[in-house]
């Protein structure tokens, strides 16, 4: 480790570490523009100066991001030449900005408001004809580029490259003519893109998604994590009167690091706020609430003990696969679930599995069938029907099969708002609610177990799962007091995995990376491979 | 001391290999190849205290003694800056032009003395004549079995490509010059790492200007007191001074460091043309800024032009008549500086582009008085602020316009509001 002091104060770093990491590890901000703690530092914006003093000498400014903290290193933020060395990059950063801040989607939450507050002068001297470059030019598929506001750090340029690995920007021209740009008629390829409204410490590069949805300072965040596949990112959700209108990545160093695919980042946005969705339940054809929904099916699923095929889903939270996995695994004939293969994944983040809780189900040990298999099990004339909490699967195995009754706890869109019939013409419909609606947690590929808050309040009269499944062991008499005698359900997940209890909100941000699982309890994780 | 870098100025094209060589080219090459080692030739040219002439003074053999003695895991390279890209400079123009061997037996010498069995030759794509007498002589060379898998039969490989650029100025900057070569933006590299711990292709480097080069083969044939007794103590040996502007005879002069500006003006170039007053001369190129005639005997050696608060630079004097009005010499430099600047740096990038805008307010005759404070805090906010040092050339012409000549700038600005149909010049409007 290296011991330095900064602005009078010793920290502890590793060796190697620069400057502007060892300033935030004592909550000491050095402002800056081109650094990012995920690309290479490029020592250009000249925004973290700094000073070194070495005794004897006079102080040395220097930039923060490209000086490797070293034994002995005494630092100073506050000196007079830094501080005026940063005021001067402010006030050059300034000269040509537009200050477009009423109008610009990145205003309350931008570098270069928040530095010009904290870091800059007054007032800015510069008196000239500003430069006038493209504003608003779409450059990919989600982006567009705003030239007159760009600062030109060139993060965009190098995540493309670094990260990406997909290197679609430059820096076109030079001097002051320089902007950032695409190579002619190739705009951005990418499942990264999103990233780049993102990194960009200005209003230059702006989400189509969000222009002039909201003013970030009315957006209620909220810390999730993205279901689009088994990685689940760390993300916030953002919303303003429960509609979702932005989807953003967490840092997190052992799930996604600083950022998220666009697959995850809009598929969420459409699927979190679907479009007609079922907000009524159903019993033979018949609108009825969602309680009497329930009921039926919970009478149902008592009278007719083991002789359903029940197949769970990986959409479900952590703690309602558990519940589910007790309350239903004794009525079912068969209890279990269609691994989901992986489609277009990338060696970045994006595994390709649409199924985000797959390794949960995988750890609790239900047991995986093939589409085939299941199909096959439902037409035996032992199985009298299916309940799944999927309702697209559901059609799929229904497909094949005759005479076989069909029930569904699933949130579905798309619907008429008079639409006649349950979905998928189930004999018992419960309306689901989305994962953003409660509170739970996903286990990822890596085994990191990851709390998902509640974003959104769930549309009356659907009924969230966990309601649904205490109906069903009231019901059908399934013991569950074992469950609910914990402190909450995630502590009773914990436990069951042999692991110490933890409840909900004693997780870490960042998640529980959990010791992988003892060779008993994963009995039928080969089933998946 | 006779002239050892001009002599074939005078041809109307290159000399070619037959000819150099019936004058004694590549005899200290061959010398080096077959019978001394790498730090004999850098002892030699250590002691002769050569110091580099891309304009940053700084001695060529303790550069060459920071190259691995043992190339580590790979090459390490030669690279020529045969950019020349600052205004009133063109010595190195005249040396490849006219005596391409001179610079190719000096860079012969110089890839022995740090291992290097490649030298990258990267030439200003303007110059187009130097280029084609290059390729010529490395082709006569090459021929010739002095360039290649043994040069002089040593066993060592030996081998120069040539490599043009595409018309930046920035691109004479030892590390833009190393992005451009590689194919990446012509933009600095922050330091450290050095050329010579991550140069070319990430390997160790030494970058050295096309007159450094060329003063080596006369130091092995000579030896290290010979060449100390031209130049200065701290500066020995002879320089090409290039003289350009309004002086009668234009042109490139051999001569000893330390010779004074006025010996060169007056004496070789026949002093200002016309028999005109001299309004300014500028020393070094343009980024070594404006000195008033009074300083005209100053000695042109780093030592000295550092004490006059300038610097020797490349050493191309521009001589500026009294017709040119200062704010329109310095407006053609601060665009020049605008529009070269690579951009990547902040305070560069706008302090050069907006210092260029002041400047043209002057030039139209709206200049104001708290513009001089302005321009102070621009190169304040700008210089050492940088990853290379852009911002002090361009501040060179700024700075001394303000410093030797701010009375004038006043005056002008004046004068052209009073009568704005004769402001003339530059019209370009930033
Ligand atoms: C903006 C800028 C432009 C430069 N242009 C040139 C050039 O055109 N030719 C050159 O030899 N050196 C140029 N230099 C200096 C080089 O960076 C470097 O110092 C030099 O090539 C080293 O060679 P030397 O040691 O033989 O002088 C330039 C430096 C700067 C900062
Ligand atoms: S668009 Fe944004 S991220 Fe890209 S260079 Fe400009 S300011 Fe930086
Ligand atoms: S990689 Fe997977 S979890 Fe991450 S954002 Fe993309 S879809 Fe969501
Ligand atoms: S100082 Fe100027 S020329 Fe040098 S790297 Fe920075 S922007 Fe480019």
Redesign the pocket.
Known sequence: MAELTIDGRKVEVPPGTNLIEAARKLAIEIPYYCYHPALAPVGSCRMCQVEILDPGKPPRVTIACRTEATNGLNVSTTGKDCVAARAATLEFLLANHPLDCPICDKAGECDLQNFTYRHGHGAGRFSEPKRAKLKHEPIGDHILLDQERCILCTRCVRFMGEYAKSPSLVVAGRGDRNVIATFPGEPIHSNYEGNLADICPVGALTLKEFRFKSRVWDLDSTESVCTGCDRNCSILLETKRNRLLRVRPRVNLQVNGHFMCDVGRFGLLDALNPQGREEQGFVKGARVTAADAVAALAATLAAERGKWLIVLSARLTTEELLLAKTVLGPLARTLAYVPVEANGGDAILYTGRAAANAKALERLGVTALDEAAAAKLLAEPATSGLLSFDAALAARLMAGTKGKRLALIDVVAGRAADAPGAPHGAELFVPGTLFSEKDGTFLNLDGVLQRAQRAQRWPQGTIPETVVLREIAGAAKVDVTALVAKPDLTFALLESFGLPGATLAQLPDDGLKLAAAPATAGAAAGATA | MENYLSNEFGRSGPLLLAEAQAKGRYVQAKRVFTSLTPEQVVDEVKNAGL????????P?GI?WSFMPKEPLKGPSYLVI??????PG?FK?RQIMEKDPHLLLEGIMIGSFAIRAETAFLYI?GEYLTAHDALATAIAELEAAGILGASAFGSGRPMRIVLHRGAGA?????????LNSLEGRRGE?RPKPPFPAVWGAFGRPTS???????ANVPAILERGAAWYKTAGTAQAPGHLLFGISGAVERPGCYELPLGTTARELVEKWAGGVKGGKKMRAFIPGGA?TGFLPPDKLDVAMDPESLRKEGTMLG?GGIIVIPEEVAIVDAARVFSRFFRH?TCGQCSPCREGSAWSDQVIARFQRGEGRNDDFALLEEIMRGSKQRTI???P??FAGPLGSAIKHFKGELVAASAERAAHPAGAGGATHHG
């Open positions: 110091r580099g002439r891309g304009g940053a003074w700084f060529t550069k800056n045969a950019d020349e890209g600052e400079t190195d200003r100025y920035i691109c004479g900057e030892e590390t833009a010059l600095p970058v050295n200007n096309v007159e450094t080069l980024s490349t070269e290379c040092v852009f002090e050339a």
